[in-house]
């Protein structure tokens, strides 16, 4: 298997531009989710799917996020408008089940907004 | 909800020398307990993972010991070596509920 792919690897926008992220999940995963890594908040939770359901989205920021999953075997996060303090790197990450089980990361998604 | 807290923040061992971080947790309902070593510019990977069933588990030169009656659990690494240099994350989970990590320990491994 490829493991979680993520797309794109590193993107460079201007402030209030959108950015779109995205990502597949290991064949077979039902769940799915969304983290972002700074060095000042660590790895926050964003929001995860379960068998394409939004479980939790405690963690999406602000309204300028928004995450979907249309199927089994894909998911975007969007941001609009983009701001400076977005850039992070963004990872996806999937696992068999919701909870109890290990979770797989993507390489994640370098973004900068300048 | 869980929170795990994770100490110490960074962590320096001389080449050999054993490391051991340390992590806490709120929700006495957890009980998968994984441990993800980030090396710089990659994605967090699993190194290890214990369940609440077991107290401790051990893999080559990487440990895992849990106490749940104290929600703790600790990663132990012995014989450094200096491609142990990373961040380690240590994260709690139970069902019906997400993974939340610690903030991470950064080791570093001195020759």
């Known amino acids: 298997d490829a493991g979680v792919i993520q797309s794109p690897r590193h993107e460079v926008t201007e402030m209030g531009q959108e950015v779109t992220l995205r990502c597949k999940p290991i064949?077979?995963?039902?769940?799915l989710f969304w983290y972002r890594q700074t060095m000042m908040r660590g790895l926050e939770l964003l929001i995860y799917f379960n068998n394409n359901v939004p479980i939790d989205d405690s963690g999406m920021p602000e309204d300028r996020f928004s995450a979907k999953m249309p199927n089994a075997s894909f998911s975007t996060l969007k941001i609009q408008p983009s701001e400076p303090r977005d850039s992070a790197v963004y990872f996806c990450a999937s696992s068999p089940t919701s909870t109890g089980n290990t979770i797989y990361f993507g390489e994640g998604s370098w973004l900068t907004v300048v | 909800g869980e929170n795990v807290e994770q100490h110490p923040s960074t962590l320096s061992v001389q080449e050999g020398d054993s490391a051991v971080i340390k992590c806490t947790y709120s929700d006495s309902a957890s009980n998968y307990f994984p441990w993800y070593k980030q090396e710089l510019g990659k994605r967090p990977q699993l190194i290890i993972d214990?369940?609440?069933?077991?107290g401790e588990k051990k893999d080559q030169r990487i440990a895992v010991t849990l106490n749940k009656t104290a929600k703790h659990f600790s990663l132990h690494i012995t014989e450094t070596q200096p491609e142990d240099s990373a961040v380690y994350f240590c994260a709690a989970s139970r069902e019906g509920q997400n993974f939340v990590f610690g903030p991470g320990t950064r080791l570093s491994v001195l020759p």
């Open positions: 064949s077979g995963h039902n769940s």
């Open positions: 214990i369940r609440s069933n077991v």
